[in-house]
């Protein structure tokens, strides 16, 4: 089946500093990528969504010059977390529409962020 | 808005029963539904999906009926494993190019 691959999975900064975490469409084009957060024992909620070629669109709430996101292709997305703090560790999940079947929407393994 | 309610877990089965978990939904249109399932740990993994009223979505022993007068799409398995416990994820997606509405998720514990 279909399969988005986030990179990495796990990581570890210092505050302050940025962070980069890709996520790619194996096998399908995706024009729409979208990029969640979930705390622990919460369900996913949404911070953006990237459409190839064009700038993100934030949900309220969500900083757009402290997440960054890049969609500069029909495979990849990037979501940069800047001048990253402690309150930015969370899970970070992205999920990508096929662009072939606008129905469903394939999810990433998730990417463990800790802020030290 | 679109909004999706599911039934609050934890809920503990004791292996091969029959599990249910409530989801009705909120939306405008007409909506696809899903269920996602996470493993600890992990990402979300799409365990069916519905696209029209009276579609029933089925995989791996699991369904669900998009119920459009009810507004329901309740997960069901006649005979729940201990590799089943997870958090369940009812999600909705209104129109296309919009992102998904999750539930709170419903976490499952299947004990041997």
């Known amino acids: 089946g279909a399969v988005v691959s986030q990179h990495p999975s796990w990581v570890i900064c210092k505050s302050g500093t940025s962070v980069k975490i890709e996520c790619r469409s194996l096998?399908?084009?995706?024009?729409?990528m979208f990029w969640y957060r979930q705390f622990p024992k919460q369900s996913l909620m949404l911070m953006a969504t990237?459409?190839?070629?064009?700038?993100?669109?934030?949900e309220q709430g969500v900083e757009k010059d402290k997440f960054l996101i890049n969609h500069a292709s029909l495979t990849l997305s990037t979501l940069t977390v800047t001048s990253a703090h402690p309150e930015d560790s969370s899970f970070y999940i992205c999920?990508?529409?096929?662009?072939?079947?606008?129905?469903?929407?394939?999810f990433g393994e998730g990417s463990w962020l800790t802020v030290v | 808005g679109n909004s999706v309610t599911q039934m609050e877990g934890p809920v503990t089965l004791s292996e091969e029963a029959f599990l249910t978990i409530n989801c009705t939904y909120t939306?405008?249109?007409?909506?696809?539904l899903f269920w996602y399932v996470q493993y600890p740990g992990e990402g979300l993994q799409l365990l069916l999906k519905?696209?029209?009223?009276?579609d029933k979505g089925s995989n791996k022993g699991f369904e669900a009926t998009y119920r459009k007068e009810t507004t329901s799409f309740h997960l069901e398995k006649g005979s729940v494993q201990v590799s089943d416990s997870a958090v369940y994820f009812c999600?909705?997606?209104?129109?296309?190019?919009?992102?998904?509405?999750f539930g709170k998720g419903t976490s499952l514990l299947v004990t041997p």
């Open positions: 999920s990508a529409r096929d662009a072939a079947d606008g129905t469903t929407i394939y």
């Open positions: 096998d399908f084009q995706a024009t729409t």
């Open positions: 990237s459409n190839e070629g064009s700038k993100a669109t934030y």
């Open positions: 939306a405008t249109g007409y909506p696809s």
């Open positions: 519905a696209t029209k009223a009276d």
């Open positions: 999600a909705l997606s209104g129109y296309s190019g919009y992102a998904l509405n």
